[in-house]
């Protein structure tokens, strides 16, 4: 049962566009998303998080949107940079747990 | 350093062995999280330790797994009678309070484990 999913294993864009990843959850009791990101022979790496009281969180080039109803949330990298390059990941939790449930990951390519 | 440390990074080791793989977490952080990634997959809880105590293990996959963490620092993660289906990357991560959402994880390099 996978109830954080990530439908896109890729993602291509060109450098100074605009990046959408996008990510779906099941459990209707997550109240707090968070985006990570990985790089090859490294762990992941936490890029940015949102609470289900919000629908947006913005960080420099980074936000990310929450839609509960749809319990969708997406990550947007505005604008892209090749160094943007990785696997990111979606994960999600209910509060002062320990579980993070991560999604499969999307890979992106930003190209120059 | 300063961050989540993990030895072995690689370990290769045949059917039916046992094998140790240890995480030295972030100073202070009394928070200490086992995942395991799968080739092509996300990571997948396995356990979390609150100080010296497993807070939840219910990710473990079956009793050839147990982890310990005598000290509420350094934690060991044991696989007795290894499977090829146990190999993977495995992943070691800290917080400083525990519940995610009072601070992220803090993710070590992982070490990979290759079960022949």
């Known amino acids: 049962d996978q109830q954080v999913k990530q439908n896109s294993p890729s993602l291509s864009v060109q450098e100074g566009r605009i990046s959408i990843l996008n990510c779906d959850y099941t459990?209707?009791?997550?109240?707090?998303f968070l985006w990570y990101k990985k790089y090859p022979a490294e762990g992941p790496t936490f890029l940015i998080s949102i609470s289900s009281i919000k629908d947006k969180n913005e960080d420099g080039r980074f936000t990310v949107f929450l839609n509960k109803s749809a319990k969708h949330l997406s990550l947007h990298i505005v604008p892209s940079q090749p160094g943007d390059s990785a696997v990111y990941f979606c994960?999600?939790?209910?509060?002062?747990?320990?579980?993070?449930?991560f999604g499969q990951g999307t890979t992106l390519q930003v190209k120059p | 350093g300063a961050g989540v440390s993990q030895t072995p990074s690689n370990k290769v080791t045949e059917k039916g062995k046992y094998v140790e793989l240890r995480c030295d977490p972030i100073?202070?952080?009394?928070?200490l999280y086992w995942y395991r990634q799968s080739l092509g997959q996300g990571p997948e809880f396995l356990i979390y330790f609150q100080g010296t105590g497993a807070a939840d293990d219910s990710g473990l996959p079956n009793d050839r797994f147990f982890a310990v963490r005598p000290e509420g620092s350094v934690s060991t993660l044991k696989i007795q009678r290894t499977e090829r289906g146990d190999s993977a990357v495995y992943l070691c991560?800290?917080?400083?309070?525990?519940?995610?959402?009072?601070?992220?994880?803090?993710f070590g390099e992982g070490s990979r484990l290759t079960v022949l």
């Open positions: 459990n209707s009791m997550f109240d707090y």
């Open positions: 100073s202070g952080h009394t928070a």
């Open positions: 994960a999600a939790c209910s509060s002062n747990t320990g579980k993070l449930i």
């Open positions: 991560a800290s917080s400083l309070n525990g519940g995610i959402n009072t601070g992220e994880l803090f």
